[in-house]
């Protein structure tokens, strides 16, 4: 437990149950990934399959070999100081062969070398622990390469006979399928795996043998952790002790502490605490802005601990805790017009050569590795340090990150977290930003504009046959898209309906079911562009594609993926075999053939069907696909004349014109949407279901804001368990530091004219009385923007500052240094942006706020789609969590109610209310920074005085109307 007020330190006792000798636990493939990487950083794009591919993939193996074939064999034994575990792929006893099985796409000779080297490794190391769990004396080693584009069609299920006579293909003695198997056997005898074994040990041991040490020094460290300050702020101690029973006793925590309560601190220094006696691998701080990270960084340069004294009086103690600070790939990169291989980039080249040096000079630096920091050691020993910064997560200790690092589907901490088995604690700062940062995470959109142009392109001569007819296949479905209106879809229903044959009016489906057939073809077309960008020499001419010039750069994927797009794109002119001479093309044509090669177009189009198709696979009620439709001119009609043949023959010329006074046209059928008309989106409406498996992967959460009210709607859409703790903590701050005054002036859309004099006489009104630094919260920049007009006709004499639509980082700094001590002046803002929260202006330089909107969403036909989904979402949830549940081996069932009491939310409030009123909490939580602050609050809107509003705010304001 926590020390009584006034002493410095939580006492833990010392774990002194392992009697055995420290051994380090690493996987397979971080052992091999540690030990036999080498050459270039080459993140060329080679397209591959999907994890949902690569799994069918091994099943289709598994399927060929037997009911004697072992799959997913676990492995693990002891060497040296290390422990290696893995799970081997498949074991035939028969063959006494051990397979590690690789799905691809394309040509396998354009598998970089580094690539296959490390995938022997893998079964070598893997080929050793066999031998010595089965007591083998050799074993054969065989790498599978499955090619998935030579599977059946796709979309299309194989038949009982089709796979009798894929299977009949299969050669029984090699176990092998001719068409989309390619196959590397070696026979190895146990002593020889040995030796490989040991030299990849070796390679890792001393390393492992650093990081026995520096675990052991770090755990004593951490045991002895003093708080750095002699007393703690008011709330600060109740949220420490929280935090120290969450991560003791592996539970989730939602916590609201106001603004001054030093949370930063309060959650950092007692998760720092437990870490030895909790068994905490590594410790997360995830925010959700810039300044977070630093605040992070300032708290730990606090509580760092010495590690134990040195013999040298003079040396500056080493920290036994390893920091690192991640940042975004668009602010570290040295040279982001470069591709990431050696050919391109000088700091890709030789990239695994020097990166154990690098990797040692900057794990032995005393001081946190901040973004500063790992670029220094990246640069001096030439190598990336965006890639440097990735490869050091896998050792440091304490990782200060923003919240997509951990919660995003590609997340970098989460994937290391699950490959490595890591007990980790997950700090979440600002988390009331989490439920729509999620949002975004896991909603895409493809570019209807781009899609439409791009799949004519690709349907014409010159591109492979198959990625042709797929494309006219996805744009046939595309534009059936616009039929859902009317309802033709019966497995889709359409929460919207309208059609006229006078034309088409803009709209928005919402639809609660996938559209099957769109998606099927989405999915052939990626597959298509899968294989030729596997192999994009094949084009649809041999004799052209032999003559096509080198592509100056090689696609890549966007930083998500952990790659990056390239620009470049060759422009030399194309040969064209004639059949007889070779002729350079025209213009045109050569246009059309240099389309052969794959441009940044293609790559950004291909990676957001890629991402629409794997969220689509999490679809439920958790999501909507939507389909915006634009409007559309009536058809046009032709004058009708008497004479009814010519009006037959001119119908049966369909798209023709009638020509001659006699000709006439019937009324044209009304034309269809094309594809840039038709703009379908995936939409996350809870992020809940996508949130709580990482949630439950780490050891233990803390989620932490100001403005966390009401805690169920946070806790359901947030995914946290049941037996989550919920804490609010009372305010260091007294309603005597700020007089909160309610106005009843309406700012609705309606009423906003009306409304601008009136605020602007209460904002001069309150400058004259008290002269200073003011800011101004308003809900769209038209309305800040007549406001500020008003008051400086009313008022010239008030300096005033407006924030603008995308202001640069240099703007927005300008901005916040007008907020001096000695300044005066309002600065007026757009609640909700980059001025509402996340800046700190303590005393004079900022003693009041007006916010003149309750933040409330627009009303729009997506904020109700949104609503109705949200509604259908919250029921079943409500049912699934009110069902009994049982957690097997789960020491915590004796604190679980096997009923839990789930709080009713109303989707209109989740979709507006409940955001609106956290924008304007935040916005006023600018005010009062510190407990000698004094300040004012002016909450403009007479919605302010409703009972529902007045219990979202702060429960230390007293405001008065």
């Not at 994890?51 to 004697?68: E, W």
């Not at 001419?541 to 010039?549: E, F, G």
């Not at 407990?931 to 230390?956: C, K, N, S, T, Y």
Request: net charge neutral; aromatic share 6%.
């Amino acid at each position: 437990m926590l020390p009584a007020q006034g002493t410095s330190c939580i006492m833990i006792k010392a774990d002194k149950t392992h009697a055995e000798p420290a051994r380090y636990r690493i996987a397979v493939r971080e052992l091999c990934a540690f030990a036999a990487r080498e050459g270039d950083l080459d993140l060329r794009f080679t397209p591959s399959p999907t994890a949902q591919q690569g799994i069918r993939g091994h099943q289709r193996i598994v399927r060929r070999r037997g009911k004697d074939y072992e799959s997913e064999i676990s492995l693990s034994g002891d060497i040296g100081n290390l422990t290696i575990r893995g799970r081997a792929d498949g074991y035939d006893p028969k063959r006494n062969c051990l397979e590690e099985i690789k799905t691809h796409r394309g040509d396998l000779s354009r598998q970089p070398a580094h690539h296959r080297a490390l995938h022997w490794a893998q079964a070598r190391v893997y080929g050793a622990l066999m031998c010595r769990s089965r007591d083998l004396e050799g074993i054969t080693l065989a790498l599978v390469y499955l090619d998935i584009a030579a599977d059946a069609p796709r979309g299309v299920k194989s038949t009982k006979k089709e796979q009798e006579e894929q299977n009949e293909q299969t050669d029984p003695k090699q176990g092998q399928a001719q068409h989309d198997e390619q196959r590397l056997e070696a026979w190895w005898s146990r002593e020889a795996l040995e030796a490989e074994l040991a030299r990849l040990a070796a390679r890792f041991s001393e390393f492992a043998a650093n990081e026995l040490a520096h675990r052991s020094a770090r755990d004593s460290a951490l045991s002895r952790l003093a708080f750095p300050w002699p007393s703690w702020r008011p709330g600060q101690r109740q949220l420490a002790e929280h935090a120290y029973k969450a991560v003791m006793t592996g539970r989730e925590l939602l916590a609201e502490a106001p603004t001054g309560t030093g949370k930063t601190l309060a959650t950092l220094y007692p998760a720092l605490r437990a870490m030895p006696a909790s068994g905490t691998d590594r410790l997360f701080y995830l925010t959700a802005r810039t300044p977070g990270r630093a605040l992070a960084l300032d708290a730990l340069a606090t509580l760092a601990p010495a590690a134990d004294d040195s013999e040298d009086q003079d040396k500056t103690p080493a920290t036994p805790l390893r920091i690192l600070e991640l940042g975004a790939r668009s602010k570290t990169c040295e040279h982001p017009t470069l591709a990431c291989h050696g050919e391109s980039c000088p700091l890709a080249r030789g990239f695994y050569d020097r990166l154990p040096a690098a990797r040692a000079a900057a794990l032995a630096d005393q001081r946190p590795l901040n973004l500063a920091t790992t670029r220094r050691h990246a640069l001096a020993h030439d190598i990336c340090p965006y890639f440097l910064a990735q490869e050091l997560s896998r050792w440091a200790d304490v990782i200060i990150g923003d919240h997509n690092h951990y919660f995003d589907s590609h997340a970098l901490l989460f994937a290391l977290t699950q490959a490595n088995d890591w007990h980790t604690v997950v700090l979440v700062d600002e988390s009331h930003n989490l439920i729509e940062r999620a949002r975004g995470m896991y909603s895409t959109e493809l570019d209807a504009r781009q899609f439409h142009f791009l799949l004519k392109q690709l349907s014409r001569t010159g591109h492979p046959a198959p990625l042709r007819s797929a494309s006219r296949a996805l744009a046939r479905q595309w534009r059936a898209l616009e039929q859902l209106e009317l309802g033709t879809d019966d497995d889709t229903q359409a929460s919207k309906v309208d059609s006229r044959h006078e034309g088409h009016k803009a709209q928005r489906l919402a639809l609660e079911a996938l559209p099957g057939d769109f998606l099927k073809a989405l999915s052939q077309w990626t597959g298509a562009m899968g294989d030729w960008l596997a192999e994009p020499d094949k084009a649809a001419n041999p004799a052209a594609a032999r003559q096509q010039p080198a592509r100056a750069k090689a696609t890549q994927a966007p930083e998500q993926l952990g790659l990056i797009a390239s620009d470049a794109s060759s422009s030399a002119p194309i040969t064209k075999d004639t059949g007889t001479a070779t002729t350079v093309s025209g213009s045109a044509s050569s246009t059309a053939r240099r389309r052969v090669e794959p441009d940044v177009e293609m790559m950004e189009a291909y990676f957001a069907a890629l991402t629409l198709a794997r969220l689509a696979e999490g679809f439920g009620d958790h999501s909507l696909f939507e389909v915006e439709l634009a409007a559309t001119p009536p058809a046009r009609q032709a004058s009708l004349a008497s004479d009814s043949s010519s009006s037959c023959s001119a119908a049966s010329a369909v798209g023709a014109e009638a020509v001659g006074s006699e000709a006439a046209a019937r009324p044209r059928k009304p034309r269809g949407r094309s594809v840039r008309q038709i703009q379908p989106r995936l939409r996350c409406v809870s992020p809940a279901p996508w949130l709580a498996p990482r949630l439950r992967a780490s050891h233990a959460t803390l989620l932490f804001s100001a403005t966390l009210n009401p805690p169920a709607y946070h806790h359901r859409l947030l995914g946290l368990a049941d037996d989550a703790v919920w804490l609010s903590v009372d305010s260091p701050f007294s309603a005597a530091q700020v007089q909160v005054s309610r106005h009843r002036l309406s700012t609705r859309l309606r009423d906003r004219d009306a409304s601008c004099r009136p605020i602007a006489e209460l904002m001069a009104r309150q400058y004259r009385q008290r002269p200073g630094n003011y800011l101004a919260f308003f809900s769209s920049f038209a309305y800040l923007e007549q406001v500020a007009s008003t008051l400086q006709q009313l008022a010239p004499e008030i300096p005033q500052w407006r924030q603008t639509r995308a202001m640069t980082e240099a703007e927005r700094t300008g901005f916040i240094q007008r907020f001096t001590p000695e300044g005066q002046g309002i600065g007026f803002a757009v609640l909700g942006g980059a001025f509402g929260e996340g800046i700190d202006l303590p005393g004079s330089r900022l003693i009041g706020a007006f916010i003149a909107t309750l933040g409330l969403a627009g009303f729009s036909p997506e904020n109700e789609e949104l609503k109705q989904r949200l509604a259908t979402w919250l029921d079943n949830d409500a049912q699934r969590r009110s069902q009994p549940q049982q957690a097997e081996g789960d020491s915590r069932d004796d604190t679980r109610a096997p009923h839990p009491v789930i709080q009713p939310l109303n989707a209109d409030d989740c979709t507006y209310l409940y955001p609106g009123l956290t924008r304007v909490v935040q916005a006023a939580g600018r005010v009062i920074r510190s407990e000698q602050d004094q300040g004012v609050i002016h909450l403009i809107d007479d919605r302010f005085m409703r009972p529902e509003v007045a219990r979202l705010l702060p429960r230390w304001w007293t405001p008065t109307n």
